[in-house]
């Protein structure tokens, strides 16, 4: 069983920045394909970035050049660095993870991020 824990959001302006960890507990975290999703208010949960355990990463077109997904194997955790945010950003973040080849998802909790003047 993995649990994933994450932190670092909060309440910042427009232009701002902020980095959400996600850390997870159990071995193997260097194989497991980490993500970070968003959903705001009436909207469905989509991806916003992911690394593999090979290093590639893939971000979703609306936050190309803003955000930046990192993480620090020997630490079992994921950053989201995200800079330049917008009000359209707003949302709860949930960090996921998944080992190659395995159907089972393992989420976390969330962590609110709101961008407002």
């Known amino acids: 069983q993995v649990q994933l824990v994450e932190s670092g959001g909060g309440l910042v302006q427009p232009g701002g920045s902020l980095r959400l960890s996600c850390a997870a507990s159990g071995s193997s975290f260097s194989t497991y394909t980490m993500g970070w999703y968003r959903q705001a208010p009436g909207k469905q949960r989509e991806l916003v970035a992911a690394?593999?355990?090979?290093?590639?990463?893939n971000y979703a077109d609306s936050v190309k050049g803003r955000f930046t997904i990192s993480r620090d194997n020997a630490k079992n955790t994921v950053y989201l660095q995200m800079n330049s945010l917008k009000p359209e950003d707003t949302a709860v973040y949930y960090c996921?993870?998944?080992?190659?080849?395995?159907?089972?998802?393992?989420w976390g909790q969330g962590t609110q991020v709101t961008v407002s003047s």
């Open positions: 996921r993870g998944h080992r190659p080849l395995s159907s089972t998802l393992y």
């Open positions: 690394s593999t355990s090979g290093g590639t990463t």
